[in-house]
């Protein structure tokens, strides 16, 4: 009966079994990621910089390779050869100098083109909670080309 059966359940992947999924799944990641949108938000630096709701435009992943590390029980994603474009947003860009307040504003259109990003996870506990950590001693970002793509709307920014 049912009642009596053991609720605890093992999957066993192979690189090679998760890899040939993670190729299926692609088509998913990129929609999943494409339909995110980053709230409004102000970043303090030596500027403030003001950023209205940004989304994504374009994003193209060219490979996903996946390994696994049953030392560790770590997950590695490798994304190889990424390009993504998001939507223009207006910013609007300000700095107080003595009694005065310099400001700037326009729109960007970001774009990012051939970068690649390895990501390692891993559970966070050991009972079994499907929560994950990033391990950051061991993510990388291998940058390509960048480019803003930004318009300003006075002549005196």
């Not at 040939?20 to 403030?48: C, G, H």
Request: aromatic content about 8%; overall charge negative; hydrophobic content about 40%.
């Amino acid at each position: 009966t049912l009642a009596t059966m053991d609720n605890n359940y093992q999957v066993i992947l192979s690189d090679t079994g998760i890899n040939k999924l993670t190729q299926q799944l692609l088509p998913v990641l990129q929609t999943e990621i494409l339909s995110t949108t980053i709230a409004p938000q102000t970043i303090e630096t030596t500027l403030t910089i003001d950023l209205d709701e940004i989304t994504f435009g374009n994003l193209s992943i060219h490979n996903v390779f996946v390994a696994l590390n049953d030392t560790q029980q770590s997950v590695t994603m490798d994304l190889i050869n990424v390009d993504l474009s998001f939507n223009s947003f207006k910013f609007y860009a300000s700095k107080d100098i003595a009694f005065a307040t310099l400001s700037c504003s326009g729109y960007m259109t970001p774009e990012l083109k051939h970068w690649n990003f390895s990501v390692t996870l891993r559970p966070l506990t050991n009972d079994c909670s499907i929560s994950i950590q990033m391990i950051e001693s061991q993510t990388i970002i291998v940058e390509g080309a960048f480019d803003l793509h930004y318009r300003l709307l006075s002549d005196t920014c």
